[in-house]
Structures are given as C-alpha cells and as structure tokens.
C-alpha cells in the first residue's frame, strides 16, 4: 500500500514563527504536492514538485515555500506563520507523467496559529 | 483555480439506502478519481477511471466516467452507517499535473 507520512497531526505557532511541515512517502512518487483545506473553500493547492529539486507555485503559494532535495521528501515552509494560515494541511503524492496517476494523500496536520 | 461542480452539497439518508451523488465540469477530462475523507483524516482513494464510459466497481461502490469525458458519477449501495463522510470527485486533465477537485458531497446516514 502506498504511503503518504505527515510528520505532525497537528501543531499550534504563535503569529511569527517559522514552521515546518514535513512529507515523506514511501512509493517512489515522481510528483509531491502540498494542499491546504478550509471550510466551504475546498482543496486549494499551494505548490506541487514533479521532480527532485523542482517546484512550482499552485493557485495560493503567497506565503509558503517549499523544498524538495530528496524524492521521498517534501517540505512545506511558512517563513512567517500568520492567523490566516490557520488549516488544514494535506501532503500527496503521484506517479506518472501529466494527465494520468492516482493521488493518494496523507493524514493531513492541523494548524492553529494564535 | 477552477473547481469541478459537485452535487448534492449534502445527503442526510436512511442505513439501507442507495446514494448517487455526481461531478460535472465544462472540460474534458482524461481521468477521475473518487475519494472519501472522515472528520479530521486525509482524503482515502476509492476508485480511479481513466476511459470513457468505464465503469468500476470497489465493493458496494460504483463509478462511472461520463461518456463525454466531462462527467462521472459515484453509486453507493446499500448504505451502512460507516459510510458517513465526506466524498469528494477530482478530474486531470491531458496535459496538467495538478488535479481539480469538486467541494464534496457530505452524507449522513441514519442507523
């Protein structure tokens, strides 16, 4: 089976803070993307990696950054943690190239900053 | 980005039931894949279509990719109390990495 680990369920940061939000899955995925889900704003994708070393931005990327320097592995980075970024995270990964693939997603974490 | 329209925003249904609940987007699209995802949990995959006109089962699950490629639709038979949660549709397309999901369908059911 595949499987997609977030390193925290959840997490509470005060306003400022860097946080980290760590991925890890263990299928030899070429793609890794980062979601953030919201009440009554569905999946909104934040950035997605297609391959080591690459990134690019997805429709709400204004605040995150990410890394991915290895395959399994793909960080999510708020540099500055605000009130409005308070959500819920969903790591997923996929193989294949563009237009074919299952997705398959992690536990998600929770954040709360105040 | 641009979200597929999913319907109905919400079930409330009786333990026994059959639900269908179905996606729909002005473009075409190459595959759909179904999910359903529990309070506080990840999204977990139910069944994956990729040709039009497919349709796959996953126990008392069935889904059908539409025959105009810009459809499909998700059957539930014989509800059971667990299968309370909400499911979600998600369409890629040819040329894209990035997939577009629906906002859920919400059901409930009564024992």
């Known amino acids: 089976d595949v499987k997609v680990t977030q390193s925290s369920r959840y997490l509470v940061k005060r306003t400022g803070e860097k946080v980290f939000l760590e991925c890890v899955q263990d299928?030899?995925?070429?793609?890794m993307f980062w979601y953030r889900q919201d009440p009554g704003l569905g999946l909104r994708l934040i950035y997605f990696?297609?391959?080591?070393?690459?990134?690019e931005k997805g429709d709400i990327p204004e605040g995150y950054s990410v890394s991915r320097e290895k395959k399994e592995r793909f960080s999510l980075i708020l540099e500055s943690a605000s009130t409005n970024q308070t959500s819920m995270y969903l790591c997923?990964?996929?193989?294949?190239?563009?237009?074919?693939?299952?997705?398959?997603f992690g536990e998600g974490s929770r954040l709360t900053v105040l | 980005g641009q979200q597929l329209n999913q319907s109905p925003q919400s079930m409330f249904i009786q333990e026994g039931e059959d639900v269908s609940m179905n996606c729909t987007s002005s473009?075409?699209?190459?595959?759909w894949l179904w999910y359903k995802q529990e309070p506080g949990e990840g999204p977990v995959l139910l069944i994956a279509?990729?040709?039009?006109?497919e349709l796959t089962s996953n126990g008392r699950l069935t889904a059908q990719f539409g025959i105009t490629r810009k459809d499909s639709f998700l059957n539930i038979s014989a509800s059971i109390p667990s299968d309370v949660g909400i499911y979600f549709c998600a369409g890629l397309k040819g040329s894209n990495y990035k997939l577009t999901f629906g906002k859920g369908t919400l059901l409930t059911v009564n024992p």
């Open positions: 473009s075409i699209f190459n595959t």
């Open positions: 997923a990964s996929r193989t294949g190239g563009p237009g074919t693939g299952e997705l398959f």
């Open positions: 299928m030899d995925h070429e793609n």
């Open positions: 279509l990729y040709k039009a006109g």
């Open positions: 990696s297609y391959d080591v070393k690459m990134k």
